[in-house]
């Protein structure tokens, strides 16, 4: 029987940002929501912490020993949107730890073909050598990683529906064609980067796409930047693993952006992507970003549990051509001709 496997940390709740949109209750709404529906039948593990190596495969050693020291000092800024108090140091050790268990459970398990990591703080703005907006270290990143060094796999596609984009996985892989990074994301927004022109540097050039959509944008649009765009690209890239760098900032009512998905966006997406894995016959790990209202964020993460672990990919009725997604083919087809 296929099983699904989602991993937590009280950890995370310790990470102390006060008043701040990326908090502990976060954590605390969307695991109310699991547990009012029995965790949808998946298998609840605590996540270890990762290793030093784990997370030095994609940040330098003075990168964590600066975090870890500011941790046990007591905490303080990094930015004016990232801080750290003593418990960040686990809360980021297990994040970390969540995505490479995942990756773990999803390469060494029999019957295990999806599973989850759901912690904070988020890690996608997380730049090698720098911690921004609210993420420290770049967890889904880590796990790609992982599969790589340690399960051989040949090539990971990230798929980051965060509203922001994933500025720090960009940079993290932004020269390597071992991992495809693809985002979407509203534009102009905070970071200010992953506009369409960046396709990667050298020999990672193609491998990373980057899909910026105005405010205002809604299931429509997404939906047809993943069955038109993502999902092409995939069977084209036939990842060995699909890691999605899940964020619910582009709910209709997050209040951080201008984005209108709706929970049946999110279902949708997710339904989508769990065939596309269904598809190429490869694992699924899903790794929770942003999202910061707190109804939205849990009833979104529960409806992409609910497609991700369901036996059969849920369908998705047609979804139309929108005119952003084919400008993005047409785009697209210097470095992916099948998109043509
Ligand atoms: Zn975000």
Do not use: K
Not at 271 to 282: F, K, S, V
């Amino acid at each position: 029987m296929a099983v699904s496997v989602l991993f937590r940390h009280p950890s995370s709740l310790e990470h102390d940002t006060g008043a701040h949109p990326e908090n502990a209750r976060r954590i605390v709404a969307i695991e109310r929501a699991l547990g009012e529906r029995d965790w949808l039948g998946w298998d609840v593990r605590l996540s270890p912490a990762a290793t030093r190596e784990q997370i030095g495969r994609v940040h330098p050693a003075e990168h964590i020993d600066r975090i870890e020291r500011l941790c046990r000092r007591g905490g303080g800024m990094i930015d004016l949107d990232t801080l750290v108090s003593p418990g960040s140091w686990e809360a980021a050790l297990h994040a970390a730890g969540g995505a490479v268990a995942a990756v773990d459970a999803l390469f060494e398990e029999d019957g295990v073909r999806c599973a989850a990591s759901l912690h904070r703080p988020p890690g996608h703005h997380a730049e090698p050598g720098q911690a921004m907006g609210f993420c420290l270290f770049g967890n889904v990143a880590i796990g790609a990683a992982h599969a790589i060094a340690a399960h051989g796999a040949q090539r990971v596609l990230i798929f980051d529906w965060d509203v922001h984009h994933g500025n720090g996985t960009n940079a993290i892989f932004h020269e390597r064609d071992d991992v495809l990074f693809c985002s979407i994301h509203q534009s102009p927004l905070y970071p200010g980067t992953g506009p369409a022109s960046d396709v990667g540097r050298g020999a990672g050039e193609g491998y990373t796409v980057n899909l910026p959509v105005p405010g205002g944008s809604g299931d429509a649009v997404f939906l047809s930047h993943v069955e038109h765009v993502v999902r092409p690209l995939a069977r084209r890239y036939a990842p060995d693993l699909v890691l999605l760098s899940a964020g619910y900032d582009a709910h209709a009512e997050d209040p951080l952006a201008g984005c209108r998905v709706t929970d049946a966006g999110f279902a949708g997406m997710a339904a989508l992507m769990r065939a596309t894995a269904d598809e190429l016959a490869i694992p699924l790990g899903m790794v929770l970003e942003g999202g910061y209202d707190l109804a939205a964020l849990s009833r979104s993460v529960l409806v992409t549990l609910e497609a991700l672990g369901a036996a059969q990919a849920p369908s998705v009725p047609g979804v139309p051509l929108d005119p952003l997604a084919l400008r993005a083919q047409e785009r697209l087809a210097a470095h992916w001709p099948a998109l043509a």
